[in-house]
């Protein structure tokens, strides 16, 4: 995950990075935070996940004609305009900014971040080989749970399909933790989203499947599934 800054004000860009940081550290979420002085320099390295872009930037730089070079280049970064004077973000609808924060009220990022790794979750796409050595595409979102299922890993989804993909369990829990989803037992990862109740025992998912949590990952379920549902759950 690379979230950018691009402020040329150094008072207000440290002001920012560590508030990201901050919501970071405090959920637990590995990333880069990377700040810029000028557009031009944010160009020039443009990968960003997510940024937070001034409207006015110094020696003439334009907010708005940076984020169109970011849409046109066809980048799936989502943009946070920064600035002081809340009339000017209207225009942003010529981008379609994910956000518009106003510098008085910095406390408005730790809301942007919880929004943006919402939809993160949602638009997050794997690919896998099937059994066939056909490469295919899995949207997370419908995502419901893997499951090992002889030598391959089965992906079935809330649509009731299924793939058979190939793959290790441990490989794909890894894979799949930073988006909502743990490996339960060493047969099972599920989707946390779509688990309907939980005890010390067992979970119970929206299609009304019950999995027996491993005693190993227990004590590691509790605090992951609070996690996800303080950073995801409205």
């Not at 001034?54 to 946070?80: H, N, P, R």
């Not at 209207?90 to 518009?100: D, E, I, P």
């Not at 408005?108 to 056909?134: H, M, N, P, V, W």
Request: glycine residues 6%; aromatic residues 12%; charged residues 35%.
């Amino acid at each position: 995950m690379k979230i950018c800054i691009v402020e040329d004000e150094e008072v207000w860009r440290d002001k920012i990075k560590a508030a990201v940081f901050k919501y970071c550290m405090d959920k637990d979420i590995p990333a880069r935070i990377i700040a810029y002085d000028s557009g031009r320099d944010f160009i020039e390295n443009t990968d960003a996940d997510l940024l937070f872009l001034d409207i006015e930037l110094a020696e003439g730089e334009d907010g708005f004609q940076i984020a169109e070079k970011i849409v046109d280049s066809g980048s799936q970064c989502k943009i946070c305009f920064l600035t002081s004077h809340a009339e000017m973000a209207r225009q942003g609808y010529r981008v379609n900014a994910f956000r518009y924060i106003d510098k008085k009220y910095l406390e408005e990022i730790d809301e942007a971040l919880d929004s943006f790794f919402k939809t993160k979750l949602q638009e997050r796409i794997i690919y896998c080989k099937d059994t066939d050595g056909i490469r295919i595409k899995i949207s997370l979102n419908g995502l419901l749970l893997v499951e090992t299922s002889g030598r391959k890993l089965r992906y079935l989804m809330l649509d009731g399909r299924e793939h058979f993909c190939e793959g290790r369990i441990s490989e794909a829990a890894q894979n799949l933790s930073p988006f909502g989803f743990f490996q339960v037992q060493r047969s099972y990862i599920v989707n946390l989203k779509y688990i309907e109740s939980a005890d010390s025992r067992e979970i119970v998912l929206c299609n009304g499947l019950r999995i027996a949590i491993g005693r190993v990952h227990g004590r590691e379920f509790k605090k992951e599934f609070f996690k996800w549902r303080m950073l995801f759950e409205d």
